[in-house]
């Protein structure tokens, strides 16, 4: 793999000159309409794109955003922000990747393209496999391509020697069939993107109040006097927040931000729907307060805030929620014993912020009778998210802030549909009560036991245990840490298989058989034998809806996913009862099956036929807390030393640039941030670069340590001054993915250390 250095990374390849300096305008507006427009010219896209875009998020004949999994506001008529925008135009690009392609260039060649170059190649147009004597892909016909896999996964000595990877833009439907084949299979083995950003949140909510979820609505952030927005960038990652955000600030709640970095949503902007504000210019305040936390100082912070409760408590017991901690909680003395023996300088230190900052956010908290706290990668990605998410909600706990009208937990989600894929039973973990509904409405004997996550896949295909894989949608090879240890493992296999819209670097790490099927995308017309039909997606506050895209298909050799994985499921289970068949010639029957096996999706085709769909109940907004004591449960989390001991290493994290999705990149820019045309760069606070003897646009080094004492290295990056605390950096992924060792994993979430990445920083060799 080329990871050579070039200024744009994995972006369009370019020799323009760089430039850094302070963004100073409003977040959205004018900057986003123009940058829209330069993606709409280049997908080809000038009028389709923007048509498109009246019946994204329409209540009930659009198709969801493909974008991010934030809920679509109900008082908004439209509904779209910059982000999504290009997103959907991604997907429905003019540009075509078909056979010619694939013959005029061999797999080493493409190999040396950017990431971005392949991407840009367009939508894939049919079904191809690796030939290894040509080192090309060529065509294959749909049931070659089943029976093949079927092959290879019926020759294997068990079930669990394969791993079937999800990226979270799988529908619900496909989600539900897409377990449902593996388990009758045989295995658990059902990595997903979760792994990467959610897991910790998911299992901090779990142990603390019985729910995978936030409980927190839009209702909620519409009605809440103080919201706390931790590790997230919203203007970029979320865009839709801003509307959110401003409502807040503009009806008087107080809006604080904490953040190492001061992202452009901690300002102001111009409401992202709001036409007339924008030909108007008017701005509008996202924010109210800003604390610039140290990388993995938010436990610290939340810790001291509720040490402040407890003092106040302490004049006046009427702080305290006492009526909810007594009928609803179990553990509060314990938690206020650590919390009291916690020294303030302690808190101070690890927290990165002065007691006094630490005063006043909790004066904040305090002060408001109605409060919403969310958060993203900025708290699950390092290692001790589950206790901090856990602090988080003991926090809320004090003052009753869970299960009220304007209260609750609030993670914000990631991909547009990486809930919902664990609620349809994508899960490495599933639980007994899940696989035995699921036995029984499907006649199938599941296996027991934990499967494979991302980074035990990773390490399975490295050892040999694993020799099969398929990625339903996503980048793996990129997406995943440790570049070259992950590209091992997938060359390790005796098949990868890849169900995709466009072509990408996982295509060309591959096994010594390989497989790349082409699929519908969410915005195309997905008609079966008994007619078009729709799919269902949740957001990140668990509301489901219908999603039917009325576009053209890409091209007519498409297939839906549902349909792909039927195909799988029918050749390498031919003596199946499972009706594969007829759930692909009509959704509502899959639908049919959801409703008996999954809890709150009683009457589901009725229920997601209504506009807006339908939220799933949830116990704990209820303050039914299904946890083993029946009771919401306060954690008990020693504070973590998250302060490197040698002065002269400091935090990296890992973060997207406003110009990308995930693994995908659309351009060498990070508007928000001031930086234009490169990508291989670290920021670095000024005293930072001055002890390292290090101008604006120096070239460096960044070797990183391993949990594990093993290091690795990029060269050739520019340092450039950044306003980030002290020791601490910041660069994107998934250029500095191969900074993060295999080990480099979190005990409590088994996610990846994409935030907290121990570096060393010196000239350029
Ligand atoms: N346009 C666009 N939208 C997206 C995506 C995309 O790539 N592009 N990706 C989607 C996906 S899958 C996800 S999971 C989400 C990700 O959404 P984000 O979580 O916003 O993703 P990152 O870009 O990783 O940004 C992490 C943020 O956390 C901050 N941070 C880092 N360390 C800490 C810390 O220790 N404490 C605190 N308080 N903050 C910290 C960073 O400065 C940064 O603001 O966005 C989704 N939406
Ligand atoms: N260092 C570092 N690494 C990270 C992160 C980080 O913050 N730092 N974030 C992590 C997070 S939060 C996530 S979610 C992962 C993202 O990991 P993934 O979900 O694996 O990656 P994406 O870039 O979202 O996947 C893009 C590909 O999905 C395919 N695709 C697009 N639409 C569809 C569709 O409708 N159907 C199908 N079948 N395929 C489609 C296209 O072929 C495209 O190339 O990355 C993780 N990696
Ligand atoms: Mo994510």
Not at 24 to 53: D, F, I, Y
Not at 137 to 145: D, F, G, L, M
Not at 439 to 464: F, K, N, Q, W, Y
Not at 710 to 723: H, K, T
């Amino acid at each position: 793999m080329p990871d050579r250095p070039r200024q744009g990374g994995f972006g369009p390849a370019t020799d323009r000159s760089w430039s850094s300096s302070p963004y100073r305008h409003p977040a959205a507006g004018w900057g986003a309409a123009l940058s829209v427009g330069e993606v709409l010219v280049r997908q080809q896209q000038p009028v389709l794109g923007t048509r498109a875009m009246f019946i994204m998020n329409h209540p009930n004949r659009g198709f969801d955003c493909p974008g991010c999994a934030w809920p679509d506001d109900k008082g908004v008529r439209l509904d779209i922000c910059e982000n999504g925008i290009k997103h959907v135009t991604w997907e429905m690009t003019r540009k075509r990747v078909g056979r010619e392609f694939f013959a005029a260039h061999t797999v080493s060649e493409l190999a040396e393209w950017t990431d971005f170059a392949l991407e840009d190649q367009g939508r894939l147009t049919e079904p191809m496999t690796y030939d290894a004597e040509t080192d090309r892909y060529v065509p294959i016909r749909w049931h070659e391509a089943f029976a093949l896999i079927a092959a290879e996964l019926r020759a294997l000595e068990t079930p669990d020697q394969a791993t079937f990877y999800t990226s979270g833009r799988l529908s619900n439907e496909a989600s539900f069939l897409y377990q449902l084949m593996v388990r009758e299979y045989g295995t658990n083995n059902l990595p997903d993107c979760s792994n990467m950003c959610h897991e910790a949140s998911g299992r901090a909510l779990t142990a603390s109040i019985a729910t995978g979820k936030g409980t927190a609505d839009l209702e909620d952030w519409e009605q809440c006097d103080a919201l706390f927005v931790l590790g997230v960038n919203a203007a970029s990652n979320a865009p839709r927040m801003l509307t959110s955000l401003a409502e807040a600030v503009d009806r008087g709640a107080r809006v604080v931000h904490v953040n190492p970095l001061v992202e452009a949503a901690s300002t102001r902007t111009i409401v992202p729907h709001e036409i007339l504000d924008m030909a108007r210019f008017k701005t509008t305040e996202t924010s109210t307060d800003s604390l610039q936390v140290r990388p993995g100082g938010d436990l610290a912070l939340i810790r001291g805030m509720a040490k402040v409760v407890f003092e106040a408590a302490e004049d006046d017991p009427g702080v305290l929620d006492v009526a909810f901690l007594e009928m609803y909680t179990t553990g509060l003395e314990e938690y206020r014993a650590i919390v009291e023996a916690t020294p303030w300088d302690e808190l101070v230190e690890q927290s990165g912020l002065a007691e006094s900052d630490i005063r006043h956010a909790a004066g904040i908290y305090l002060a408001s009778a109605r409060t919403v706290i969310s958060w993203c990668l900025g708290v699950s990605q390092h290692e001790h998210g589950v206790d901090t998410v856990r602090e988080i909600v003991n926090l809320l706990m004090l003052r009753g802030n869970i299960g009220r009208p304007g209260t609750g937990p609030s993670p914000v989600r990631g991909h547009s549909n990486v809930q919902g894929n664990r609620t349809c039973g994508i899960n490495h973990n599933p639980t007994e009560a899940f696989l035995e509904r699921l036995d029984e409405v499907c006649g199938i004997r599941s296996p027991r036991g934990r499967g494979l996550d991302t980074v035990h896949t990773v390490a399975a295909m490295h050892a040999g245990a694993v020799k099969v894989f398929v990625g339903m949608g996503g980048n793996f090879v990129r997406a995943a840490p440790d570049t070259p240890f992950t590209a091992a493992g997938l060359r390790q296999c005796n098949l990868t298989v890849h169900v995709s819209t466009k072509l990408n670097r996982s295509h060309l790490v591959h096994g010594e058989k390989a497989l790349i099927l082409p699929c519908l995308g969410r915005t195309e017309k997905d008609e079966q034998r008994t007619g078009p039909q729709g799919i269902s997606t949740e957001d990140a506050m668990s509301s489901v809806q219908l999603s039917i895209g009325a576009r053209r298909p890409a091209s007519p050799q498409l297939l839906s996913e549902p349909a792909i994985i039927a195909g799988i499921a029918r050749a390498t289970m031919p003596e199946s009862a499972t009706p594969w068949e007829d759930y692909v010639a009509d959704y509502d029957t899959i639908r049919d099956v959801m409703a008996q096996v999954l809890p709150g999706f009683d009457g589901f085709n009725e229920l997601v036929r209504q506009p807006y769909g339908f939220r799933i109940p949830q116990p704990a907004r209820e303050r039914d807390f299904r946890t083993p004591s029946g009771k919401a449960e306060f954690s008990h989390a020693p504070l973590p030393d998250v302060i490197p001991e040698d002065a002269d290493v400091l935090v990296l994290q890992t973060m997207r640039s406003h110009d990308q999705w995930n693994t995908t990149i659309y351009s060498n820019d990070d508007r928000y941030r001031g930086v234009r045309n490169i990508r291989e760069l670290i920021l670095m606070n000024r005293r930072d670069m001055r002890d390292r003897g290090l101008e604006e646009g120096a070239l460096v080094d960044i070797v990183s340590t391993s949990k594990d004492g093993s290091q690795r290295e990029v060269r050739g990056f520019r340092a450039l001054e950044y306003d980030v605390p002290r020791g601490s950096a910041a660069g994107y992924m998934p250029e500095l993915n191969v900074l993060i060792g295999a080990a480099d994993f979190s005990a409590q979430s088994d996610q990846p250390l994409m935030k907290s990445i121990r570096v060393r920083v010196t000239p350029a060799a």
